[in-house]
């Protein structure tokens, strides 16, 4: 009696790999990954690398300010240059937002609006502080007013930018509360429209150099950075479940 030899297995892994580009949502689950990966780079780049975050004291003397350019050059020098490297994956978290929109029942204009509104604002609030502190370390020699001059950009750039978004957010917030195919829930349309509010007070840093309302003060900085970093939390759980329930037999 002949006996037919057993299929042969596939590869180790090749079933789960296949499983895995097979899955209609590859594409978006891909792009939402590399939102939390951005911004956990985005945050060891702020803090231990450059020492932008937490702010420092807006009220330093001259000398001061170039001490602390001469002792964080290398670390500024490296964070922010790799921020150049991978900045542009904000670009893939606000279009997986702008995607989102689209399928909402809103009109289309509020797709472009949002993504308009976040390259007007991204510029001083992303990019203006980064070069400002290269260029200060660039050239040991420069003098300390000139150091302090750049010193003040970066951080009036990063905080007082916050308001260049409330419209970003207003946009989104509205084509959350009118949709009407239940993309987004109706809390995170709420909590958008008060996102507003904090970026707002941000107006405020430049007319005081200490206090509450002080770039580095407990208003204009510590509230504002724990209700943004409240709400961005939740816009990582939203999305996630958006792409989640999200159909993609039917038309987007």
Not at 124 to 138: E, R
Not at 142 to 168: H, K, N, Q, W
Request: with cysteine; net charge positive.
């Amino acid at each position: 009696m002949t006996q037919t030899a057993p299929p042969s297995s596939p590869p180790f892994g090749t079933t789960r790999r296949s499983a895995f580009l097979g899955n209609p949502k590859v594409d978006l689950w891909v792009v939402w990954w590399t939102i939390p990966i951005f911004y956990a780079i985005q945050g060891v780049i702020y803090v231990p690398l450059t020492r932008l975050m937490p702010p420092r004291r807006p009220d330093i003397a001259p000398d001061q300010v170039a001490a602390f350019f001469e002792e964080h050059s290398l670390g500024i020098k490296v964070g922010f240059g790799l921020l150049m490297v991978v900045a542009g994956f904000v670009g893939t978290a606000n279009g997986l937002i702008a995607y989102q929109i689209r399928r909402m029942s809103v009109h289309p204009a509020f797709s472009y609006a949002f993504i308009a509104t976040l390259a007007v604002g991204s510029t001083p609030g992303f990019l203006w502080g980064a070069f400002a502190f290269l260029t200060a370390v660039l050239r040991p020699n420069r003098s300390p007013e000139m150091l302090t001059v750049l010193y003040d950009m970066a951080f009036l750039s990063y905080i007082g930018s916050l308001g260049c978004f409330a419209a970003a957010w207003a946009v989104l917030g509205a084509a959350i509360l009118l949709d009407k195919n239940k993309v987004y829930p109706k809390w995170f349309g709420y909590a958008t429209i008060w996102q507003i509010v904090t970026e707002f007070i941000a107006g405020v840093v430049f007319n005081f150099h200490a206090g509450p309302f002080a770039w580095n003060g407990l208003v204009a900085f510590y509230v504002n950075t724990v209700v943004y970093v409240f709400w961005q939390v939740c816009q990582f759980y939203v999305l996630f479940k958006a792409i989640q329930w999200q159909n993609m037999e039917a038309p987007s």
